[in-house]
């Protein structure tokens, strides 16, 4: 007898879960893109996004993965004289500094301490010291190590120094609460397969009217992922080449979804199930990594006995379920577990469940049980609330 069949689960910070009502769009047939039919879908699209992002302001859509939409950022901003200040706390802050690297941009870098958030003080000493600076790169959460950063403060800053803040917000978004226009955000990326549930596969780009100047002013050092073309076809509904025509009818699902849920109470969902999933494991004797934890993935500290990379393949051999280990510096050090986009309190419990098989599989002491213990009395806690 097998107890673990192969069942699959996915809890790692994107990919994540796609909705049965969404992968039976996938089986469709494909339309052409130059009919009524798919403007029509790709307009409920376009406006839809508008809603997810909190902006007034246009939402592109390219056909790449996020880090598609990131270098079209640089490719479309990077002019003479001006310099970009990366936000490095994470993989993903390096991915901004290596990609101002690959167009030769002038690139300042803030170190930030891997598990912290970068405080605003050191963004504004930089700012102050260095005029030439004009746009910061930053994260809303760096998914390498779990944690938050305060882009609207961050963004505050940017203001008063006049240099345009630009937000990967690729994990974060609609799980960490995010307002484009509301905070002053220039220019906010996102990628399909993390809060929005859809397969990998499309990446997004916002930008503000300060941002559309900086756009105009520079020679953009890109073919597909000019900003200007992809906005003078954006604007009439329209993409400038083949979009993925299953992936947006897939978001027109998606984000019928989450109008139907409302963005506060998304954000609110992920929140409850971030803040159940740090208990849960704490109550397991374990340490939490981010100082300022995101809704979107848990990072913990794995115990000096046990190599992460190994517990996470564990789990995920034996059990089907994926979490996700450590990245650079962290591999083998922390696990990640991802709490993002098409997630309730039972896929916690999975997850949770899973963790303390494998960690008294490889012999930690700690009570079996306590940390599905307290997501059930957490969740008792807000079920009551709720009916
Ligand atoms: C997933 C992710 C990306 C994009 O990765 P792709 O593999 O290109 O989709 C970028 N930034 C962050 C913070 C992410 O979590």
Redesign the pocket.
């Known amino acids: 007898m097998r107890v673990t069949p192969r069942k699959k689960y996915l809890l790692t ?2 990919p994540t879960p796609v909705p049965e009502e969404i992968l039976l769009t996938q089986a469709e047939p494909i339309i052409h893109h130059r009919t009524p039919e798919f403007k029509k879908i790709f307009t409920e699209v376009s406006e839809g996004l508008k809603y997810v992002f909190q902006t007034k302001n246009p939402v592109l859509v390219f056909s790449s ?4 939409a ?1 270098e079209s950022a640089v490719a479309n901003l990077k002019q003479d004289g001006i310099k970009f200040l990366s936000v490095m706390g994470g993989k ?1 802050g390096e ?1 901004w500094t290596e990609i101002c690297k690959a167009f030769g941009a002038d690139c300042e870098v803030l170190e930030v301490k891997w598990g912290q958030s970068p405080d605003t003080k050191d963004i504004e000493t930089k700012l102050s010291g260095d005029k030439a600076i004009k746009v910061i790169l930053t ?1 809303l ?3 390498s190590t779990g944690s938050v950063y305060d882009v609207k403060a961050i963004a505050k800053i940017a203001k008063k120094y006049d240099a345009l803040v630009v937000v ?1 917000a ?2 974060g978004l609609l799980a960490d609460e995010f307002r484009m226009d509301d905070w002053g955000i220039d220019i906010a990326i996102a ?1 399909s ?2 809060g929005l549930m859809l397969p ?1 596969g499309l990446s997004f780009i916002s930008l503000s009217g300060r941002a559309w100047e900086y756009v105009d002013k520079s020679k953009p050092q890109a073919y597909y992922f000019n900003l200007k073309k992809a906005m003078s076809s954006g604007e009439k509904y329209d993409t400038p080449w083949t979009p993925a025509v299953s992936l947006v009818i897939g978001l027109r699902k998606a984000l019928e979804l989450i109008k139907e849920e409302k963005i506060e109470n998304v954000w609110k969902r992920h929140n409850f199930l971030a803040a159940t999933c740090r208990q849960a494991i704490e109550g397991l004797g374990l340490k939490l990594f981010a100082q300022n934890p995101s809704s979107a993935v848990t990072s913990v500290m794995m115990p000096d006995s046990i190599d992460s990379a190994e517990f996470v393949k564990f789990i995920r051999n034996e059990f089907g379920i994926s979490i996700a280990g450590g990245q650079g510096a962290l591999k083998g050090k922390i696990f990640r577990i991802a709490h993002l986009g098409y997630m309730n309190i039972f896929d916690l419990l999975v997850g949770i469940a899973a963790i303390e098989f494998a960690l008294h599989n490889f012999g930690y002491k700690f009570s079996l049980g306590k940390g599905i213990l307290k997501l059930e009395e957490e969740f008792l806690k807000e079920y009551k609330k709720e009916i």
């Open positions: 910070p994107g993965s996020g880090t598609g990131m993903f991915r994260t959460c760096e998914t990967d690729i994990s990628g397969q993390k990998p």
